[in-house]
């Protein structure tokens, strides 16, 4: 082959395939720098921050705020009004000691969740694999109490 390197560059066109994926790449680059650039589209994370500031005080004036933290934990009173509730309720299939039955044990991994969140989702609207749902026969405050003393068993009676 002695044609010169210029011209056998221009044998290989580039696929169309790949223009298109250039181009567009280019095109959405553009869109979002302008996107998120205040000073263009007035896009901003302060305002996106208080609107969702706004959001959870509407929430909460409601009292519609999903709570996410145990407003029990480690508060002695409610950890022993919510043994004697395991005693009556959840005893029969976790067992006396929470080291399970017919349900799993309470005190090892959680597979649904070890937040605050997921283990009250559990124990109100109860798991797919026999766990029945509490929410409407204990309501919020007694599934969080029932719940730090769960978490009481699983903080402390893991010590040797
Ligand atoms: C009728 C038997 C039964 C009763 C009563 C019961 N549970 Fe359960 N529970 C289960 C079973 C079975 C599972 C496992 C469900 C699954 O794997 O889908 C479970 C799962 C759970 C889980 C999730 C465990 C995980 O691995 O994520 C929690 C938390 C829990 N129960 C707490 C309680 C509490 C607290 C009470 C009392 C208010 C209670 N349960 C009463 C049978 C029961």
């Known amino acids: 082959m002695d044609e010169p390197i210029g011209k056998m560059e221009a ?3 580039v696929p169309r395939g790949f223009l298109v994926l250039l181009f567009g790449l280019i095109a959405f680059g553009v869109y979002y720098i302008a996107a998120y650039t205040p000073g263009i589209s007035g896009w901003s994370q302060y305002k ?8 959870d005080k509407a929430n909460a004036a409601a009292g519609t705020a999903k709570m996410t933290e145990n407003p029990y934990e480690r508060d ?7 043994k004697l509730l395991f005693a009556e309720r959840c005893a029969r299939c976790h067992g006396k000691d929470l080291k399970g039955g017919v349900g799993p044990s309470l005190v090892g991994h959680l597979k649904y969740g070890e937040i605050d969140g997921k283990k009250f989702e559990s124990i109100s609207e109860g798991r797919p694999g026999g766990m029945p749902a509490f929410g409407t026969e204990l309501g919020r405050d007694r599934i969080w109490k029932v719940l730090a003393y769960v978490d009481s068993v699983r903080e402390y009676g893991k010590k040797p």
């Open 11 to 13: 044998h290989n066109k």
């Open 76 to 82: 002695e009173k409610s950890i022993a009004e919510g």
């Open 48 to 55: 996106v921050f208080s609107k969702e500031i706004a959001e």
